[in-house]
């Protein structure tokens, strides 16, 4: 079993739609990062939130750390939208990033 | 502006040659990384700096090798050793690694023919 696990590995949604994307994880961690990957393939930090909740434009993300779980929200999707979104965490006994395998989002106007 | 540069973002090299791949930062980071991508899988460490002159192996290290003379520069090269060498290579840098925001490259595409 991967230590993060994301769901659903591939959603698509019209524009407009309420987004939620998942990330859960085994380990203990210092941090959860939330990224995004374009079709060309360069990676964008979201987010970076170690309790709570963090709202930026369109995007929410917040983070369980009881339950181990994380979500990514976005209101009123757009196609720009349309990306890889990928979970990480920092693992708190090894300090190192462990990925999510993504997921695939894809908004149609 | 502050950022992560990795060059070049195509690369193609014949079976059986080393090729290296550049990242360069101008963040003033202490930490730097580089991650393959395959499709279908998350990104996994290939090799992580903390400090200048030290480095240490991720989880799938054979094949590669890197320095870190300057504390900009994480430069990777993938050698003949590497069985399976074409995949996407992306580069990071942190102030320090897992608990602070992480900066990518946008990536190097490296294709062996």
């Known amino acids: 079993k991967n230590e993060v696990e994301q769901s659903p590995q591939n959603l698509t949604a019209q524009e407009g739609e309420f987004i939620t994307i998942n990330c859960s994880y085994s380990v203990g961690i210092s941090a959860l990062h939330w990224l995004q990957q374009h079709p060309g393939g360069g990676i964008v930090s979201l987010f970076m939130l170690s309790s709570g909740k963090k709202k930026h434009g369109r995007l929410i993300a917040t983070i369980n750390i009881q339950e181990k779980h994380s979500s990514l929200h976005i209101t009123a999707s757009h196609p720009r939208d349309s990306a890889v979104y990928i979970c990480a965490v920092g693992s708190y006994n090894t300090d190192k990033l462990i990925f999510g ?9 | 502006d502050g ?14 040659q080393n090729v290296t791949l550049s990242c360069e930062q101008n963040l003033n980071h202490d930490a730097m990384y580089w991650y ?18 030290d480095f240490q192996k991720g989880d799938i290290a054979e094949g590669y090798s890197v320095s870190r003379e300057k504390k900009e520069s994480f430069p990777l090269t993938v050698t003949s050793a590497q069985k399976n060498p074409t995949a996407f290579y992306l580069c990071a840098s942190s102030a320090r690694q897992g608990g602070t925001e992480a900066f990518f490259g946008q990536g190097t595409r490296l294709t062996v023919v």
């Open chain 2, 3 to 16: 950022g992560i540069t990795q060059s070049p973002k195509y690369l193609f090299r014949k079976e059986g």
């Open chain 1, 101 to 109: 395998t993504g997921t695939r989002l894809q908004v149609f106007p």
């Open chain 2, 36 to 53: 393959r991508q395959d499709p279908g899988q998350g990104l996994r460490l290939i090799y992580y700096s903390q400090i200048v002159n």
